[in-house]
């Protein structure tokens, strides 16, 4: 499978290849955030198609991708607290006490975002999906929408064995590419502070 680049110029035409381009790219990425702050897959997957939704019904232009990739995140992130403002609404809690985020996770989250952008990693962490063999690739896609070993290799008409065999070998070069970003990460935050 061969992926194709985000054009800007192409996004911006707002046809029905652009909008396809752009879901390509950034769907299992968008719902994997939205998945960390929610904790339900299909309440992720609601916002993000929302986002999308948004997106072709206002047809915005965007200078660069890194542009839209932000407008994508925060439009994410903002649907998301959303989500948790709404639950919490209905389960009786009252505006004034309303706390949305737990201030030990808020003190970590903080130095992430310091050491690396957030929303970076999730397009690195597709990026080297994208750069596995095929079949190691579309069983990680697979888990990115929420399967199961057992569901993925009945898909795959596979083994439950080779499934989690491919699994193992995936994270282990996902654990490389992350502890090599996170060295790359270190080693400029200490170059900045010499300078």
Not at 23 to 47: C, F, T
Not at 69 to 76: A, E, G, H, I, N
Not at 78 to 99: E, F, H, M, P, W
Not at 112 to 137: A, C, G, H, N, V
């Amino acid at each position: 499978m061969k992926k194709r680049e985000v054009a800007i110029e192409a996004i911006n035409r707002w046809d029905d290849d652009s909008m396809s381009v752009l879901y390509d790219e950034y769907y299992a990425a968008l719902v994997s955030y939205g998945l960390q702050i929610l904790h339900l897959k299909e309440e992720a997957e609601d916002v993000v198609q929302s986002v999308y939704a948004k997106l072709w019904e206002s047809q915005p232009s965007f200078e660069s991708t890194g542009e839209l990739r932000s407008y994508l995140y925060s439009s994410v992130h903002n649907g998301c607290i959303n989500v948790i403002r709404r639950q919490k609404a209905r389960s009786g809690y009252s505006a004034a006490t309303l706390d949305l985020r737990d201030p030990d996770k808020e003190a970590c989250d903080e130095t992430l975002k310091d050491k690396f952008d957030i929303e970076e990693m999730y397009r690195l962490l597709f990026q080297e999906i994208d750069k596995m063999p095929p079949r190691r690739r579309e069983i990680f896609l697979q888990v990115a929408k929420g399967r199961s070993s057992r569901e993925i290799a009945e898909l795959m008409s596979i083994s439950p064995e080779t499934v989690k065999q491919q699994r193992r070998q995936g994270k282990l070069s996902l654990r490389k590419a992350v502890a090599h970003w996170l060295k790359v990460a270190e080693s400029l935050s200490f170059l900045l502070m010499l300078s």
